[in-house]
């Protein structure tokens, strides 16, 4: 479905379970996380002043911004974005304020039934992967925090991290290719979402045409699927001076007990023959 409702934009967002588990597949065999149908983030979108805004746009970084939160498949496509958010709005509410998040609040994403993963006899559910930014909820995973030592939580977040990176090279990528995000952009509140949400789009329409160069070799993140050595892509070092773009605060959330128990099976499924990768321990 292509649809804009004023900030909202859907970019061919899946539409039935058989699209969510393409993406889901995509994600197990690429990035090692079953039943995981996106990886979600956000950034702050740096801009000027905007003029009687007062403090409404005025962020934790203590910049002016609105911001843009995005899903990112598994082949760093964006399949839904949100523009325009006021900056001084917490993470969470930035969230809560998504059609998305009203969607799938509401079960209306038409994800795919829960199923066990290999080898395991409870039922998991298909979901999202965030950074701490994020709630822990039953459709939508995050690292666990605290010190872990060499654990299975700690095993999990290095599995996670595999999953959500792609969201955080999505975003590199984006700010990479187009350079107005290197800087605050110097324009009007209206004229920032439209700017912005143009840019996600031609970056979806780069990333369909392999002649764009938009991924050309080393440009993003790339492991090496024997040892899990990940090697930095090029927008890393591009975009350490952007001030354009600047990350959402991280702020601890009191999940559910039903949300702890999701990632809990995830956990121990990791530790599973069948859920295990080789590499794992050496990276956790």
């Known amino acids: 479905m292509n649809l804009k409702v004023k900030s909202q934009i859907f970019f061919q967002c899946p539409a ?26 956000g950034k702050h979108i740096v801009m000027q002043a905007p003029a009687n805004s007062g403090s409404q746009y005025y962020n934790y970084k203590h910049t002016f911004s609105i911001v843009l939160m995005a899903v990112v498949d598994a082949n760093y496509n964006f399949i839904y974005a949100h523009v325009g958010c006021q900056g001084r709005i917490s993470d969470g509410g930035v969230f809560k304020n998504t059609e998305f998040y009203k969607l799938l609040n509401k079960n209306k994403l038409n994800l795919p039934s829960p199923v066990e993963l290999q080898g ?5 559910p298909f979901i999202f992967v ?74 979806n329409f780069m990333r369909k045409k392999p002649s764009s160069g938009l991924l050309s070799f080393g440009s993003v993140d790339v492991d090496d699927p024997m040892t899990g050595n990940v090697s930095q892509g090029k927008w890393r070092v591009m975009s350490e001076n952007d001030k354009g773009m600047v990350n959402l605060p991280r702020r601890p959330i009191r999940p559910s007990q039903a949300a702890w128990d999701v990632r809990e099976e995830f956990k121990n499924y990791f530790m599973t023959p069948e859920g295990r990768i080789e590499w794992q321990e050496s990276y956790a």
Not at 24 to 39: D, L, T, Y
Not at 120 to 124: D, Q, T, V
Not at 158 to 185: C, D, H, M, T, V
């Open 16 to 41: 039935n379970e058989e699209e969510w588990k393409r993406i889901a597949q995509n994600f197990e065999v690429k990035w090692n996380f079953p039943h995981c149908v996106g990886a979600i983030d």
């Open 130 to 203: 965030g950074d701490e930014a994020f709630p822990l909820r039953t459709d939508l995973l995050k690292p666990y925090s605290g010190q872990l030592g060499r654990s299975p939580e700690r095993i999990f977040n290095y599995r996670l991290s595999r999953a959500r990176r792609i969201s955080e090279n999505a975003f590199g990528i984006l700010s990479a290719s187009f350079r107005i995000f290197r800087k605050p952009i110097n324009l009007n509140i209206e004229n920032t979402q439209a700017v912005t949400t143009a840019c996600i789009y031609l970056y």
């Open 120 to 124: 395991r006899s409870i039922k998991s």
